[in-house]
């Protein structure tokens, strides 16, 4: 399909365990969004890039969290040392160009993150 | 600190009548507003936009209105379809500042009875 596809769309992970969570965006879209949506709430923002560069990363809730996008298409957010409160479902928006206000950011399916 | 609210976490209307979804909002510096609709196991869709030059904007069956001195935007569904059945998220970006990131608001799941 031509849609953004996150993998993987399930993942358990025991506290203190490294995860790694993948964003394939829409073919030739230049801004990629990563959010996070905790159970009951809506999405929070968490970084955002324009091609391979990471311009807004205000949202990440510590240096736990790093996200890539190093060739300016499939992106991984990584979280290190997993803690309960980072048990949410991850979603990753990509959108075609950057800055324009009708500019529709298109999601993915999500990832949801249980941590033991 | 929630810039985006919507504060009826859940709605119930009959099949054909209007469905109206409220959404309020604290910063004065966002001037683009959407509506996105989420399916259970799905990503939100975007559905409507409005900008805040505008104080009404429709599209088919949906019409999203904008009160900026109230800050305060709704959604109305008429008529309303069974298959409009799913949360419903207001969100909000400050396109003048150059951010891109988008504000939501909490949700508010929406039930059609046929």
């Known amino acids: 399909g031509a849609g953004v596809s996150q993998s993987p769309r399930y993942k358990v992970a025991k506290r203190g365990q490294d995860v790694a969570l993948r964003c394939d965006p829409i073919?030739?879209?230049?801004?990629l969004f990563w959010y996070q949506q905790a159970l009951g709430q809506g999405p929070e923002f968490l970084t955002y890039?324009?091609?391979?560069?990471?311009?807004?990363k205000s949202g990440l809730p510590s240096d736990r969290f790093f996200a890539e996008r190093p060739e300016g298409s499939v992106s991984t957010l990584k979280i290190q040392r997993t803690q309960q409160e980072d048990s949410a479902v991850y979603l990753c928006?990509?959108?075609?160009?950057?800055?324009?206000?009708?500019?529709?950011?298109?999601f993915g399916p999500g990832t949801r993150l249980t941590v033991l | 600190d929630q810039q985006v609210k919507q504060n009826s976490p859940s709605l119930s209307v009959q099949e054909g009548r209007i469905s109206i979804l409220n959404c309020d909002y604290t910063?004065?510096?966002?001037?683009?507003f959407l509506w996105y609709k989420k399916y259970p196991a799905e990503g939100p869709t975007f559905l409507i936009s409005?900008?805040?030059?505008?104080d009404k904007n429709e599209d088919g069956r949906f019409t999203v209105f904008l009160n900026k001195s109230a800050k305060h935007l709704s959604l109305h569904i008429v008529p309303s379809q069974p298959g409009d059945s799913a949360v419903y998220f207001c969100?909000?970006?400050?396109?003048?500042?150059?951010?891109?990131?988008?504000?939501f608001g909490t949700g508010t799941r929406l039930t059609v009875i046929p």
């Open positions: 928006a990509s959108s075609l160009v950057a800055g324009s206000s009708y500019n529709e950011q298109f």
């Open positions: 073919s030739g879209h230049v801004s």
């Open positions: 910063n004065s510096m966002f001037d683009y």
């Open positions: 890039f324009q091609n391979e560069a990471q311009l807004d």
């Open positions: 409005i900008s805040s030059i505008k």
């Open positions: 969100a909000a970006k400050q396109f003048r500042t150059g951010a891109n990131n988008l504000f």
